[in-house]
């Protein structure tokens, strides 16, 4: 139940579990995301982050406030028909957990896409070049998969981590799938 704060008015809203695929650039989560798309569509909506990211939601801020809370807001609102969000890029919990919108949901847990240093740097440097993944780009992205790799655990919640480095796609889906659908306490019927 929500109450408005200035009349008091109640409404019923459905506070469910948002799942967060998340991970480095190059690790995965957008082909994951479309195979996932195909193999959760009867029970989630599956969204990949990136469809929003446009100059009015790129704020100045290092965190992206806006943004972040944008998806919030919309994965919140998907919810009150009853079916949970799989979101599906870069996002860890201390961006998603102290914003007010957090209260929307009845739990966030999140899951990191990870692979070996060399593989990551190059899918990245393999990428068309108007994607602008340049060396000192790179190496940001590989300090930022360091940094997921020593701090999975103490983060608050912690990242459950999922190599990708010498696996498929189909079988990182698979284990994106099943890891949901526990969590959801679905069967995990093939």
């Known amino acids: 139940m929500v109450r408005c704060v200035e009349c008091g008015h109640r409404w019923p809203f459905r506070r469910l579990p948002l799942y967060c695929v998340t991970g480095p650039s190059g690790t995965g989560k957008s082909t994951v995301a479309g195979l996932l798309t195909a193999s959760l569509a009867d029970r989630f909506v599956v969204l990949e982050q990136d469809v929003l990211w446009q100059a009015g939601l790129q704020d100045d801020s290092a965190d992206h406030r806006l943004f972040r809370a944008a998806w919030l807001r919309m994965a919140a609102m998907i ?18 957990e102290p914003l007010p919108e957090r209260a929307l949901f009845s739990d966030i847990h999140y899951l990191a896409l990870t692979c070996e240093p060399m593989v990551l740097r190059e899918r990245l440097a393999a990428r ?13 992205m590989l300090e930022y998969a360091a940094w997921i790799d020593r701090n ?11 190599d990708t480095t010498d696996v498929p796609a189909i079988e990182t889906a698979g284990a994106v799938r099943r890891w949901i659908l526990a969590l959801e306490g679905c069967p995990t019927r093939s």
């Open 79 to 96: 919810h009150q028909s009853g079916r949970p969000v799989v979101l599906c890029g870069t996002v860890v919990p201390p961006e998603f």
């Open 152 to 162: 999975a655990q103490e983060m608050q919640p912690p990242l459950t981590l999922v």
């Open 128 to 140: 068309p070049a108007w994607r602008q993944w340049d060396e000192p780009r790179i190496s940001e």
